[in-house]
T-cell receptor, first 110, second 114 residues
Framework: AQRVTQPEKLLSVFKGAPVELKCNYS??????LFWYVQYSRQRLQLLLR??SRESIKGFTADLNKGETSFHLKKPFAQEEDSAMYYC????????????FGTGTKLQVIP | EAGVTQFPSHSVIEKGQTVTLRCDPI?????LYWYRRVMGKEIKFLLH????????ESGMPNNRFLAERTGGTYSTLKVQPAELEDSGVYFC????????????FGQGTRLTVV
């Protein structure tokens, strides 16, 4: 069975400080990994997916198959980054049956 | 273009009552997904429609939950009878043809069973 673990419920950082939101997964095959974000009073939206290897809003995430991790990083946090972040996994390489983690609330302190 | 729309945004019902949640996907999106987040837990997959057919309903918790998508447009999720543990936020998402396109989420329906 697939599982996504986000160990931190809340992460508080000062503006300008580096951010790392941790995500570990368990799955026997080759999954596709995603990060979703939900800003206050907004919808859940896709932030990035590992196969696209993009940097979105300054965030990057590298899939480490050896450590089964997909941590989300940003070198300098901005106040507008404050939101709930969900790591997610899809076994099928698409958006079907996505398994989400419990989420990490990022709070950027001015 | 309108996004995924869910109705109602909030619902408070008594245990034993019936509630029907509705999801209007983005026009032209054949794939429609239901998820839910119960208090303090992760967002969990419930089921996936391709047009009007149930592609995968392995996440449906029990037979008190019934999802339909007649005509392959909007979908409803009925809970009958509702139990306290059904409280949570129910999300709907839709994507275009082949499921590999990005899935866009609705704003969710917060269901409270008292």
């Amino acid at each position: 069975a697939q599982r996504v673990t986000q160990p931190e419920k809340l992460l508080s950082v000062f503006k300008g400080a580096p951010v790392e939101l941790k995500c570990n997964y368990s799955y026997s095959g080759s999954p596709e990994l995603f990060w979703y974000v939900q800003y206050s009073r907004q919808r859940l939206q896709l932030l990035l997916r590992h196969i696209s290897r993009e940097s979105i809003k300054g965030f990057t995430a590298d899939l480490n198959k050896g450590e089964t991790s997909f941590h989300l990083k940003k070198p300098f946090a901005q106040e507008e980054d404050s939101a709930m972040y969900y790591c997610a996994l899809s076994p099928s390489g698409g958006y079907q049956k996505v398994t989400f983690g419990t989420g990490t609330k990022l709070q950027v302190i001015p | 273009e309108a996004g995924v729309t869910q109705f109602p945004s909030h619902s408070v019902i008594e245990k034993g009552q019936t509630v029907t949640l509705r999801c209007d996907p983005i026009s032209g999106h054949d794939n429609l997904y239901w998820y839910r987040r119960v208090m303090g837990k992760e967002i969990k997959f419930l089921l996936h429609f391709v047009k009007e057919s149930k592609q995968d309903e392995s996440g449906m918790p029990n037979n008190r939950f019934l999802a339909e998508r007649t005509g392959g447009t909007y979908s409803t999720l009925k809970v009958q009878p509702a139990e306290l543990e059904d409280s949570g936020v129910y999300f709907c998402a839709s994507s275009q043809d082949n499921g590999r396109d990005e899935a866009f989420f609705g704003q969710g329906t917060r269901l409270t069973v008292v």
